[in-house]
């Protein structure tokens, strides 16, 4: 399909262990984003990709948390040593571009972590 | 600091009715708001935007209005439909800040009552 995809859909992980997981953003987008969505919460922003500029890590709740982009690409987030406060929905965005105006996001279906 | 609220979790309107969700923000540099509507395990979907340039846009059912002075907007959908329930996120950005993080209120559980 021509929408963002994230694999895996479910991961169960136990506390401690390492995840990846991936996000493959709609081709042409320039920027890519991501967010997590606790049991009840709203989404809380992550971290944010544009092109060849330094990624904005605001949002990274810690440095067990990392993400990586290829290019206008692919884009892995890492968390290692997860925690069960780490359980939550992971979505990724993509949007045609940011700097020369604004564009909607358009989200993947999430990657749902459960840290046990 | 929550920098956009959508202070109602839930709300249930009839079928046909008009359905009003509301959403306000602190940051006066915000400059461009979007809705989304999420079904359960799926992503977010985009429904309609406005630019801090204009106080109302119009796209079939959905009607989006900003009020800057007070930093509200609220989405109206009319007629509602029972396809309509989801949860209602508001966003909302600043491009003169120089980022293009969007912020997210914490959602509106809407449900259409056929």
Known sequence: ?116 | DQQVKQNSPSLSVQEGRISILNCDYTNSMFDYFLWYKKYPAEGPTFLISISSIKDKNEDGRFTVFLNKSAKHLSLHIVPSQPGDSAVYFCAASSLPSGTYKYIFGTGTRLKVLA
């Open chain 1, 1 to 116: 399909g021509a929408g963002v995809s994230q694999s895996p859909s479910n991961k169960v992980t136990e506390k401690g262990k390492d995840v990846e997981l991936r996000c493959d953003p709609i081709s042409g987008h320039t920027a890519l984003y991501w967010y997590r969505q606790r049991l009840g919460q709203g989404l809380e922003f992550l971290i944010y990709f544009q092109g060849n500029s330094a990624p904005d890590k605001s949002g990274l709740p810690s440095d067990r948390f990392s993400a990586e982009r290829t290019g206008e690409s692919v884009s892995t987030l890492t968390i290692q040593r997860t925690q069960q406060e780490d359980s939550a929905v992971y979505l990724c965005a993509s949007s045609l571009q940011a700097g020369q105006g604004q564009s909607p996001l358009h989200f993947g279906n999430g990657t749902r972590l459960t840290v046990t």
